[in-house]
């Protein structure tokens, strides 16, 4: 059994106890009351009891966990005001995870894995262009066309529409305004660089499920830029991410621990824009992942900014300071009051107006689920550096990480794009006309790479990685299998956000 997990000291010692992580949880707060130092004091506990954890970075200082701290005097100084005697640096086993492959190893998707539900969200189609677009997936899936990339998509619109009344008798109408829609719209997620999230290798799950001496990875997805040039491809992203757990996690029930805790910062980004309907579903997710073994844990300046239906699936709460300067955060300050389990001894809704900063509600639950009595509360300090950390520290860690060089080289083989262009090819052929330039025809007398294709890798710490064929072969068989691969995975994200659209 995990040892329990001190977090904060009030009139008592307030502990969190691993085996109800997997109950989620919510971190709340006003800006700078000490959201982010919560959030890292939990992490840091979860990684000391073998628990992996993820989290986007999305201000750029959840990066100093890879670095021990203890030298900041705040720091310092609260750690003696809560009389903790043994309080020394630790740091964390850290992965660093960009979109862009900047500050951090790449992480990517398949277009297919994405699924046309997600897509649509993300680019901002109406229902009938969503209807094109689930068509459009389903011509690929049945013609045997890969889609794992933007320009994948991109051929496959263009070949539906072009081929309209091929399929209209079997799909319905596509109408050169809705393929139009879609493609400006892929256009601009392009100039956002989304481009560079869809490919090859993509995200192996368990490579974020791992322990480093005992300790638990802490997995740390850069989002600064992302979160600049599209909160809404930030916000898919992590949705994304937590589906895929969901589909591929075994059941495991009730653990003493989880297998991995999932912080979702600024999710307010996340049900933005969302139909009731939706938000239901979601709530459903969150609520069935905790027999896979997850905890989320939601992270938002409001707790107004979470449906009800997926707050009350949240039962270990940390609430910071907010502020009641307008009709809107008094009804927050309200709100958050009523949700906790009262303490005869505090006026809740006025002692949130005046906490002070590293201040907070807390609730957790206990050994039987039950939400404790909220008390008043100091979080304890991190042992890890809080803030930022140099370039030549990040590149550091990057590259003596136990996933280097698996995932910075992007692989493009043949797919839907390369399959029309080929057929493009044949029947310009066949009219007489010459293959066009850089379709197969005219790219065949190239050299192949056989035997770099199929020759594994070794890592920085000596760990055999898989070759470039073999991970193709395992992204082939999550993106690509009629049944197991596209269909299951988008069929989960289907039932999961009201799939049951008529194409």
Not at 238 to 256: C, T
Not at 272 to 293: T, Y
Not at 326 to 336: E, F, G, L, M, N
Not at 484 to 494: A, F, K
Request: hydrophobic share 40%; charged share 20%; glycine share 10%.
């Amino acid at each position: 059994m995990s040892d329990p997990i001190l977090i904060a000291q009030g009139n008592e010692p307030i502990y969190f106890l691993p085996k109800m992580a997997n109950r989620h949880g919510l971190i709340a707060g006003a800006t700078g009351t000490g959201k982010t130092v919560t959030l890292q004091t939990l992490a840091e506990n979860f990684s000391a009891r073998g628990i992996p954890v993820f989290m986007a970075d999305v201000k750029g200082d959840l990066a100093g966990m890879c670095q021990a701290g203890g030298s900041n005097p705040k720091i310092a100084e609260r750690a003696k005001e809560l009389g903790i005697s043994d309080f020394k640096g630790e740091a964390c086993p850290v992965v660093f995870w960009d979109v862009f492959g900047e500050n951090g190893h790449p992480v990517r998707a398949t277009v297919s894995e994405m699924g046309p539900l997600l897509l649509g969200r993300l680019l901002s189609l109406n229902d009938t262009q969503e209807g094109v677009l689930n068509m459009v997936f389903k011509i690929a899936d049945e013609g045997g066309l890969l889609l794992l990339d933007l320009k994948d998509l991109r051929s496959m619109v263009q070949y539906v529409a072009d081929n309209a009344d091929q399929f209209k008798t079997q799909y319905g109408n596509v109408s050169a305004a809705s393929a139009g829609a879609i493609q400006r719209s892929l256009l601009e997620l392009e100039t956002q660089g989304a481009n560079k999230f869809f490919g090859e290798p993509a995200l192996d799950l368990d490579d974020l499920i791992q322990t480093q001496s005992g300790r638990g990875v802490v997995n740390i997805l850069a989002a600064e830029k992302l979160m600049q040039q599209s909160p809404k491809v930030y916000a898919t992203f992590l949705l994304w991410l937590l589906s895929e757990l969901f589909e591929r996690l075994p059941e495991i029930g009730d653990p003493e621990k989880p297998k991995l805790v999932f912080f979702f910062d600024e999710a307010h980004l996340l049900f933005d824009d969302l139909d009731p309907a939706v938000a239901q579903k979601i709530e459903q997710m969150v609520r069935l992942i905790r027999s896979k073994g997850v905890g989320v844990y939601f992270v938002s300046q409001n707790p107004l900014d979470i449906p009800d239906v997926v707050l009350g699936q949240l039962g270990n709460r940390v609430q910071h300071a907010l502020r009641a300067f307008t009709p809107r955060d008094q009804k927050a300050v309200s709100a958050a009051a009523q949700t906790f389990r009262q303490n005869p001894r505090l006026k809740v809704e006025t002692v949130i107006t005046e906490l002070g900063v590293g201040e907070a509600l807390v609730s957790m639950l206990d050994d039987e689920g039950k939400p404790g009595i909220v008390d008043r509360a100091k979080i304890l300090p991190p042992r890890s550096q809080v803030g930022a950390i140099t370039s030549e520290q990040r590149k550091q860690i990057i590259g003596s990480s136990i996933v280097a060089g698996h995932y910075e080289k992007a692989v493009d083989r043949e797919s839907a794009h390369e399959k029309l262009q080929a057929r493009a090819a044949e029947k310009a052929a066949s009219a007489g006309a010459p293959p066009a330039s850089g379709t197969p025809a005219a790219e065949a007398s190239k050299p192949s790479f056989i035997e770099s294709v199929f020759q594994p890798t070794v890592g920085p710490r000596g760990g055999v990685r898989d070759s470039m064929a073999t991970s193709m072969i395992k992204s082939a068989a999550r993106a690509a299998s009629s049944q197991m691969g596209r269909q299951i995975v988008r069929g989960l994200l289907g039932s999961f956000f009201g799939g049951g659209r008529r194409r």
